[in-house]
């Protein structure tokens, strides 16, 4: 199969807040029956987000809190394992280091583990959860 012409851009939650929404509900809400108020948590208007668009269309999702954290990283069902959450997680790990923050971290679904992994992040402290999901802390390491 073709990897989809993939387009990654900066969004902003005032002008993109419907697009950005659509997927993290699906994905979040509709999918994993994580509650809406925690899901839309107040902190996005201080957020770095970006989109995963094909042919215009939000297909994925992620943010980057002030603190450094990647979070709301979400791929649409029928687009996921094309490389799509990588370029994501690219993207926004590149503008962490370009403002400078550190450490950059997330909170990884245990079931998403593997994939921060193979993307240069390491697990630290124990698991916990969040949304009655398993997670795991972890942290980016600079290979430099």
């Not at 970006?50 to 999702?61: K, M, N, Q, S």
């Not at 990884?108 to 697990?123: E, N, V």
């Amino acid at each position: 199969m073709n990897e989809p012409n993939v387009q990654i851009r900066e969004a902003s939650w005032t002008h993109d807040r419907d697009l950005l929404c659509k997927v993290r509900l699906e994905v979040f809400v509709q999918e994993q029956h994580v509650p809406q108020d925690l899901e839309l948590d107040g902190l996005d208007a201080t957020a770095v987000h970006f989109l995963a668009l094909i042919d215009e269309t939000p297909v994925g999702t992620a943010r980057l809190l002030p603190s450094g954290q990647i979070g709301r990283m979400a791929v649409l069902i029928p687009y996921r394992n094309q490389g799509i959450g990588e370029k994501l997680l690219h993207a926004t790990v590149k503008r962490a280091r370009e403002l400078g923050y550190s450490p950059v971290f997330l909170h990884a679904q245990l079931s998403a583990a593997d994939f921060y992994l193979r993307h240069g992040f390491q697990p630290y402290g124990d698991t916990f959860e969040e949304a009655d999901i398993e997670h795991q802390a972890m942290r980016y390491q600079d290979v430099e």
